[in-house]
């Protein structure tokens, strides 16, 4: 069982910095694909950046040169720093691991989502 553990979050003025971390266990894992997303109250939840295993990384045109996504193999974990942040940024940030985890029988894939953290962004 895969499990995703974030932190950071909370409160911030806006133009403040706020960096998120998303720590994935559960085994010997094999992760692809690894990203953020966020859902402000009464939207639908929004891709806010991914980042493969190689590196290569999006971002929503909404964040682009605000935020960095970065990820830490060795550790199994993804951080999203949030600079030049606007109220606009505010909602609540999942972070999403995709890979395989080593099992018994072989391989099998995951796709899993953590908690959810409230970030949010006073003028």
């Known amino acids: 069982q895969v499990q995703l553990v974030q932190s950071g979050g909370g409160l911030v003025q806006a133009g403040g910095s706020r960096k998120l971390s998303c720590a994935a266990s559960g085994g010997s894992l094999s992760i692809n694909v690894m990203g953020w997303y966020r859902q402000a109250p009464e939207k639908q939840r929004e891709t806010v950046a991914t980042?493969?295993?190689?590196?290569?990384?999006n971002y929503a045109d909404s964040v682009k040169g605000r935020f960095t996504i970065s990820r830490d193999n060795a550790k199994n974990t993804v951080y999203l720093q949030m600079n030049s942040l606007e109220p606009e940024d505010t909602a609540v940030y999942y972070c999403?691991?995709?890979?395989?985890?080593?099992?018994?029988?072989?391989?099998?894939?995951?796709?899993?989502w953590g908690q959810g953290t409230q970030v949010a962004v006073s003028s």
């Open positions: 999403n691991v995709q890979g395989t985890y080593a099992t018994s029988i072989g391989n099998r894939a995951f796709d899993s």
């Open positions: 980042i493969t295993r190689g590196g290569n990384t």
